[in-house]
């Protein structure tokens, strides 16, 4: 039996009226912007790490070796604990502040924590940019990891809540689409900064920060709050009037009521940290950790982080190795468009199953063709062909993550959470996400020291079984209203024995399995 359950919208029995009206998609847009201070920052770490300046006045071991005088193996090259600590310190923080940011979701609401979030970064921006030695830098990635963990708590969260049901997929999207957007923006800013012969341009690099957190801190300020949110705060009224101006019709009072409903039973759990580990919710907390875990350990954050370091490693020239970064983004940004799409026409299930598929083909491909070239000393040297068919392969992978794992990873985990812990839900998901970020970029460099071209087939490996299990337990949740999401669970094979039939209000309905 296959493993996933779809249950339409109108299989259901709700078909919400509403459109796309352009206050919800201007609120949407502003809204994804915390996905740029992300993606910039992942962009922009691999890149000021490859510049010469930046190594020489604060990593000089790093630079003796990327010059040649200490080392010629070139996997263990950038192998640098004070480096690495450079890189993973922000998503340390980001970890422990996204449990604040729970408490702060829920009782401020979420155009709050947008705001907080956005300011943060854009301390940790400057500070960053300004910084003299190590401790400087240290810090100033320690209050971006602050905001990032805000703006990942509640962002999809927004997105999710504020979309009609019929456009959740596309909208939330827009999150993962402003990563990647910042990703390549960093990577095009750092092809040029690196080219400033003063040595400078790392500073504007990072202190570039400060744009994209501009961006989602003054934006917050004109995104309305979601009627889910405003429920959640005790006012009715005010949510009723929100629903009616974001989905463009006076007929909301289907959808209102079943938000009211979930509002009442969040009232109800004064303790969402205990309530989400009864059985009950089990299906959600597998979800909102495994999909981080898995998510991480495609290997993406190793391309994403270290994409310039890796192409020097590879033998790529400075430049060069900048400007192949410059093409994996254009690669990121294009196919997370083909995922928006085809998310709600396709579904959830086939986009994390078909990129699964392609990942697990390149990722082999390119630990294939680095091992048949560096093999185990790390030492030789790579024609323009050879270098070429590594960065299309590692473009292929890039694509197959942008369209499926990518944005997935993020719009899933925000749509299945009841009101009552969606706050808390989330922050484990982005806790989650941080945690094996951080241990990622904390060891990677390690690793491939170590494990050498065989990181790419460990990866590999990860990309076979999360496949798999997407196949066998994860339903289908396209075109299901949010609050109507419980449907799922109680269709699907596996997880329906954990939900108490008697704590889902809505009569049964027809169910069709997905082979």
Known sequence: MAGGVMVSAGEAGKNYPG???????????????????????????????????????FFPSVYR??????????????????????????YLLALIASF????????????????????????????????KNIAMLIIGRMLLGVGVGFANQSVPLYLSEMAPYKFRGALNIGFQLMITIGILAANILNFFTDKIKAGYGWRISLGGAAVPAIMITLGSFFVPDTPNSILERSNPTKAKEMLRKIRGTNDVDEEFNDLVAAGEASKLVEHPWKNIWLRKYRPQLVF????????????????????PVLF????????????????????????????????????????????????F??????????????????????SSGYAVAVVICICFYVAAFAWSWGPLGWLVPSEIYPLEIRSAAQSINVAVNMLFTFIIAQVFLKMLCVMKFGLFFFF?????????????????????????????????????RFV??????????PVKLVA
């Open 312 to 359: 020097k490693t590879l033998g790529f020239g400075g430049n060069a190795s900048l400007m192949s970064a410059v093409i994996t983004g254009l690669v990121n940004v294009i196919a997370t468009l083909v995922s928006i799409g085809l998310v709600d026409k396709q579904g959830r299930r086939f986009l994390f199953m078909a990129g699964g598929i392609q990942m």
């Open 460 to 496: 590999g490996g990860f990309v076979f079984i999360m496949t798999v299990f997407v196949y066998f337990f994860l339903p289908e949740t396209k075109g299901i209203p949010i609050e109507e999401m419980s449907r799922v669970w109680r269709s699907h094979w596996y997880w329906k």
């Open 19 to 57: 459109r796309m009206t352009g206050a919800v998609f201007m609120a949407c847009f502003i809204a994804a912007f915390g996905g740029l201070i992300f993606g910039y920052d992942i962009g922009i770490s691999g890149g000021v790490t490859a510049m010469k300046p930046f190594l020489r006045k």
């Open 500 to 509: 108490v039939e008697e704590e889902i209000e809505l009569e049964k309905k």
């Open 288 to 307: 909102s950790v495994l999909i981080p875990f898995f998510q991480q350990v495609t290997g993406i954050n190793v391309i994403m982080f270290y994409a």
């Open 65 to 90: 070796k990327e010059i040649g005088a200490d080392s010629t193996n070139q996997y263990c090259k950038f192998d640098s604990e004070t480096l690495t600590l450079f890189t993973s310190s922000l």
């Open 361 to 382: 083909i390149f990722q082999f491909a390119v630990g294939s063709l680095i091992g048949g070239k560096f093999g185990t000393s790390g030492v030789a040297t790579i």
């Open 100 to 131: 604040f940011a729970a408490s702060v979701t829920r009782l401020f609401g979420r155009k709050v924590s947008m705001f907080f979030g956005g300011a943060v970064f854009l301390v940790g921006a400057i500070i960053n940019g300004a910084a």
